[in-house]
């Protein structure tokens, strides 16, 4: 069984650029996760999706911060624009069910110069 | 929200040797799982465990759902087991999770 994908896996930005990273989860797995993970950190939840919807998306910067699961599938997550302090690890993970086993992906480093 | 706080934050051991690393949550959770995030920055299923015992291999987990902590043993340890441990907990039935912080565990040879 193929894990959860991410793209890019590495990204250098300038400030106020405009970048967005892919996650495809596990075949058949409704609920998606994006994490924002510091160095030093723990994972801190940005969006978590049921299918196309959206569950929870309260620690999500709304004003620079986007995602989408259109299809219920894969999905995009944005930030536009960047600022320094989004540098960061960001991790896609996907689970069978809400509340289920969470399975993450490689994760994609971002730093914004 | 939940709170979740590890403990110890950081860990040194020599290869062989035993440990135990908690997890305290501050509300009622209906699932638990520890991870390991290795060097590489993977983070790997360890347990899901939001109650009693379970054991893979040199590694087991309890979670006492009732008094807000899970624990997770190493025994034996080896350098491979080296990276950061975590606990996360849901917030709701949805499955939102909070994780800790995280134990920084250092095997030297």
Same mark, same amino acid.
């Given at each position: 069984?193929?894990?959860?994908? *991410?793209?890019?896996?590495?990204?250098?930005?300038?400030?106020? *650029?405009?970048?967005? $990273?892919?996650?495809?989860?596990?075949?058949g797995h409704a609920t998606l996760y994006w994490y924002q993970q510091i160095l030093g950190q723990g994972p801190k939840l940005l969006i978590q999706f049921q299918n196309n919807g959206v569950v929870d998306d309260s620690q =999500?910067?709304?004003?620079?911060?986007?995602?989408?699961?259109?299809?219920?599938?894969?999905?995009?997550?944005?930030? *536009?624009?960047?600022?320094?302090?989004?540098?960061?690890?960001? =991790?896609?993970?996907?689970?069978? =069910? %809400?509340?289920?086993? *969470?399975? $993450?992906?490689? %994760?994609?480093?971002?730093?914004?110069? | 929200? !939940?709170?979740?706080?590890?403990?110890?934050?950081?860990? !040194?051991?020599?290869?062989?040797?035993?440990?135990?690393?908690?997890?305290?949550?501050?509300?009622?959770?209906? &699932?638990?799982?520890?991870?390991?995030?290795?060097?590489?920055?993977?983070?790997?299923?360890?347990?899901? !465990?939001?109650?009693?015992?379970?054991?893979?291999?040199?590694?087991?987990?309890?979670?006492?759902?009732?008094?807000?902590?899970?624990?997770?043993? !190493?025994?034996?340890?080896?350098?491979?087991?080296?990276?950061?441990?975590?606990?996360?907990?849901? &917030?709701?039935?949805?499955?939102?999770?909070?994780?800790?912080?995280?134990?920084?565990?250092?095997?030297?040879?």
């Amino acid at each position: 069984e193929a894990g959860v994908a *991410q793209s890019p896996r590495y990204k250098i930005i300038e400030k106020r *650029q405009s970048v967005a $990273f892919w996650c495809n989860p596990i075949s058949g797995h409704a609920t998606l996760y994006w994490y924002q993970q510091i160095l030093g950190q723990g994972p801190k939840l940005l969006i978590q999706f049921q299918n196309n919807g959206v569950v929870d998306d309260s620690q =999500l910067p709304k004003d620079r911060f986007s995602a989408e699961r259109l299809k219920g599938v894969d999905s995009t997550l944005k930030i *536009q624009p960047a600022k320094l302090e989004d540098s960061a690890v960001y =991790l896609c993970a996907s689970s069978s =069910l %809400g509340g289920g086993t *969470q399975y $993450f992906g490689p %994760g994609t480093r971002l730093l914004v110069l | 929200g !939940i709170q979740v706080e590890q403990s110890p934050p950081d860990l !040194i051991l020599q290869e062989g040797a035993n440990s135990t690393l908690r997890c305290n949550f501050s509300d009622s959770v209906n &699932n638990l799982q520890w991870f390991h995030q290795n060097p590489w920055g993977q983070l790997i299923n360890l347990f899901y !465990i939001p109650s009693g015992t379970k054991q893979n291999g040199r590694l087991s987990a309890t979670t006492v759902a009732t008094e807000r902590y899970s624990l997770l043993y !190493i025994s034996s340890s080896q350098t491979t087991d080296s990276g950061v441990y975590f606990c996360a907990v849901p &917030n709701t039935n949805a499955g939102k999770s909070t994780f800790g912080d995280g134990t920084t565990l250092t095997v030297k040879p």
